[in-house]
């Protein structure tokens, strides 16, 4: 809640805007929401991952068709690697999640998601519906088919095929298919009918294709009897691209998972397979159903003049249209079904405001602000058409501002200023799903009403009132900070609630030897100014911290100073430590993590800031370690943490003399899917492991290795992998060096480990590589892949599929245990 100030309220009129116009929906781009607009048809496409989509059937139902297409992202991706930075987890999935919303700019559908968190590959779908509470996805499921209210359900996968593929995938048409069958049955997820009416599809289709039935020969010999075929290369004229190209511009934006694609022109079929509801009719899977304005009761009138609009519609003088669609806006709002009031309402008032090159904007002089801050709020209205548009309110929570009513004139631009006073209580800016700890595998959400919702609702949103031609006629705009950038030039940000300070810890977890005492440092941001009050570090009371607390005084907003304490372990009991910041009126305990790429913007993830600490009974060497850069991972700062000394490079960088000095060589996760020079760089790294040097390769994918010589040996990569965490180890050489030097590694070492053994484990190698350990899922065989260790030279090669990129930031004993060996090795 906002309350108004009215500081100062006053209008200039400009001819020139004073910065550079947001980008505006073009003639064509109108003529394509009036086609949208004439379509009463939705599908909804589902798959388990960001970049599972089928971008272009998504572009195809949405440009071609006019559906308003919605993709149901069962997951957020937060368990997959990222190509593009450190982000992994919560944070990699606002990443992805961004990443989907740009995408969907693209091809012109919607975006949805449920609670489940992506926890990386499962084998089959009865794993994945454990870790996901079945029950709770498949609410989540529902509730998007009764809030999307789809004629037709697209899979992205096969339900039929349980083991044969990603447990995820399996498991999110497994779910489609359940909630098909029960979406529209009134005693199913009753909670949910609070908000929105139980909906029943008409068919649901498998996006099928010759890759599912394992060859394009098998393809062509199958039965197509229940098969659509789409010829889905649509050329839009008005957009100058085909289907497939803007296709490509949209899985495109999947940057963190390296996706890029290049577009294609000519023909292109796509087919989909009919598995629930009504037969076919024909190869039209909407046939059957009345997508005109006939299909609602009121829609005859409407059709009649929205079919006008559209025939008539002049591209050079597209306000033209605004009288008829203000009268089929009149009949729109007097819709019965409160489902397709309320989307065709939408629809119809962004052709009209696009129409009229109506530009609104309410913007901030910063990108954030504190609870209870007063803030100073420009904001600008011009009228780009001959219309007689009035202003008649700017209101905020139903509260309006004392403005007069204006008339806005062709093309003369009115800026308004006022202050406002944020309410202390307004809650930070913050990813809804993040708010609270999650439940295992899925996300807590207590709302119903943001289940799904891609993004969390503006902080404060404005209600622009106007009377066009006698009707009255309402936008709604969130605050935005925007601000030129001397490259860039204009750049828009989201305006955000951010807490007076910033507490971070250097680490997510700390790492103790044998109860030394080590220091822990807070960095303490100030997100306002004159921020003073006493910094202490909640712990346990078995553990000892120095001092008790420090004074800090910042004077300055974006202002920081690291603080250090030093804590002393007297358990091996693992902790959680907590920094606090007590104010006059408050204490502080949160972190503000920004997340800042040229593709997605700049995103503040608000989190309770806190570590764990871990005092280990261990032995390290004092060898030193050059790590090469792979796909992001907190591997090389746990090292350091843990005390090795670790210098990080790119694989560039990789010359003989820059590898003197160091005595291990470790490669980062997916090092040769990623970097091409590594391909004319093997030569110096084997040179480097003959002349006695340990080199440690973690897993890389067997599919787009830039060399195939990834050892000095011969050795396949396979996609063998053991997903289960608590799957029993096995000691194949027990007297191995890596399992008893410097460190005893014994079976408990592989308790606690977090989402997975490993992954992409050798399944052939030659005589030169020794296997440690077999390890493997229920019902399959032993897999002796996880760890490979050569002599070369004078010295070691070791190949190691195990997820140390993932146990060594969770805090695994184990895991540490057993890379200080690897590293060590004699």
């Not at 602000?369 to 929570?397: C, M, W, Y």
């Not at 006022?418 to 913050?430: G, H, I, N, R, Y």
């Amino acid at each position: 809640m906002i309350r108004s100030i009215f500081c100062s309220l006053f209008l200039l009129i400009s001819t020139i805007s004073s910065s550079q116009e947001p980008k505006k929906p073009s003639s064509s781009e109108i003529y394509q929401q009036l086609k949208d607009l004439n379509f009463l048809g939705n599908v909804l496409y589902i798959a388990a991952h960001p970049d599972d989509e089928n971008t272009s059937l998504i572009t195809y139902f949405s440009k071609n068709t006019h559906a308003k297409t919605t993709y149901l992202s069962l997951t957020r991706g937060d368990g997959g690697q990222n190509l593009i930075g450190p982000e992994l987890g919560k944070k990699l999935g606002i990443i992805r999640t961004q990443e989907l919303l740009n995408a969907r700019k693209i091809d012109d559908g919607q975006q949805w998601f449920t609670r489940a968190i992506d926890f990386g590959y499962s084998k089959t779908p009865e794993e994945t519906l454990e870790v996901w509470d079945k029950e709770k996805i498949l609410a989540d499921v529902v509730w998007a088919i009764r809030k999307h209210r789809p004629d037709i359900i697209i899979n992205r996968f096969d339900h039929r095929t349980s083991g044969s593929t990603h447990g995820h995938h399996t498991s999110s048409a497994i779910l489609s298919t359940e909630a098909f069958e029960i979406a529209g049955q009134d005693d199913k997820f009753t909670s949910q009918l609070e908000f929105v009416e139980a909906w029943a599809p008409k068919r649901a289709f498998f996006n099928t294709s010759w890759w599912f039935y394992g060859s394009e020969e098998a393809f062509e010999k199958a039965d197509k009897t229940n098969l659509i075929e789409l010829d889905i290369n649509t050329y839009y004229p008005l957009e100058g691209l085909s289907n497939n190209e803007i296709s490509a511009l949209s899985r495109s934006q999947h940057k963190s998972q390296g996706f890029g694609n290049t577009g294609s022109r000519g023909d292109k079929v796509e087919y989909i397979e009919l598995i629930q509801g009504d037969k076919l009719e024909g190869n039209n899977p909407f046939a059957g159903i009345d997508t005109s304005w006939n299909r609602i009761p009121e829609g005859k009138a409407i059709g009649e003049i929205l079919n006008q609009v559209e025939h008539e519609f002049d591209f050079k003088q597209p306000w033209k249209s605004v009288p008829k669609l203000l009268k089929a806006k009149k009949l729109i709002d007097g819709i019965e079904d409160e489902f397709w009031k309320t989307q065709k309402s939408a629809q119809i008032k962004s052709v009209i405001s696009a129409s009229l090159g109506l530009f609104i904007e309410a913007r901030s002089e910063l990108p954030y602000v504190n609870p209870g801050d007063t803030i100073n709020i420009e904001f600008e209205i011009i009228n780009r058409s001959p219309e007689q548009i009035q202003l008649k309110s700017i209101a905020h929570s139903g509260q309006a501002f004392a403005i007069n009513s204006t008339v806005l004139e062709n093309n003369i631009d009115y800026k308004f200023s006022s202050a406002f006073v944020l309410d202390p209580q307004e809650k930070f800016t913050t990813p809804y799903w993040l708010k609270e700890e999650p439940e295992l595998g899925t996300y807590k959400v207590n709302d119903q009403k943001l289940i799904g919702r891609p993004e969390s609702p503006k902080p404060l949103l404005f209600t622009f009132e106007f009377n066009i031609e006698g009707t009255t006629f309402h936008i709604t705009k969130p605050l935005i900070f925007k601000y030129n950038d001397p490259v860039k030039g204009e750049v828009y940000q989201d305006f955000e609630l951010l807490p007076e300070a910033s507490l971070s810890l250097e680490e997510s977890v700390y790492m103790f030897k044998n109860s030394n005492q080590k220091s822990i440092e807070v960095n303490v941001r100030a997100l306002t100014n004159d921020l003073s009050g006493k910094l202490k570090l909640t712990i346990p009371e078995a553990w000892e911290v120095s001092p008790e607390f420090h004074e800090v005084n910042l004077d300055n907003t974006g202002e920081n100073q690291t603080y250090v304490f030093e804590v002393t372990p007297t358990s091996f009991e693992a902790v959680k430590v907590t920094p606090e910041l007590e104010l006059a009126d408050k204490t502080l305990d949160q972190k503000v993590s920004t997340i800042d790429y040229d593709h997605i913007g700049v995103h503040n993830l608000v989190e309770k800031s806190s570590a764990k600490l871990v005092n280990l009974n261990i032995q390290i060497s004092d060898k030193k370690v050059a790590y090469i850069s792979g796909a992001g991972s907190s591997v090389p700062s746990n090292l350091r943490d843990l005390g090795f000394y670790v210098e990080e490079f790119s694989a560039e960088a990789i010359t003989k003399e820059r590898l003197e000095g160091f005595d291990v060589v470790i490669m980062g996760i997916r090092a040769y899917n990623i970097h091409e020079v590594l391909a004319y760089k093997q030569d110096i790294l084997f040179q480097f492991v003959e002349h006695g040097g340990t080199m440690i390769v973690q897993y890389n994918t067997n599919r787009g290795l830039k060399t195939k010589n990834i050892a000095p040996f011969d050795m396949r990569i396979s996609r063998d992998r053991v997903t289960e965490e608590k799957a029993e180890v096995a000691f194949i050489a027990p007297e191995h060096q890596v399992l008893n030097y410097p460190n005893t590694i014994v079976k408990e070492d592989f308790e606690g480990w977090v989402q997975e053994r490993g992954l992409y484990f050798p399944d052939l190698w030659s005589q030169e590589l020794t296997p440690v350990l077999s390890m493997h899922d229920k019902n399959e065989t032993p897999k002796l892949g996880s760890i490979l260790v050569g002599k070369y030279g004078k010295g070691h090669y070791i190949y190691t599929g195990l997820s140390f990129f993932r146990e060594l930031p969770a805090g695994v004993p184990g895991a540490y245990k057993l890379i200080s060996n690897l590293i060590s090795i004699e």
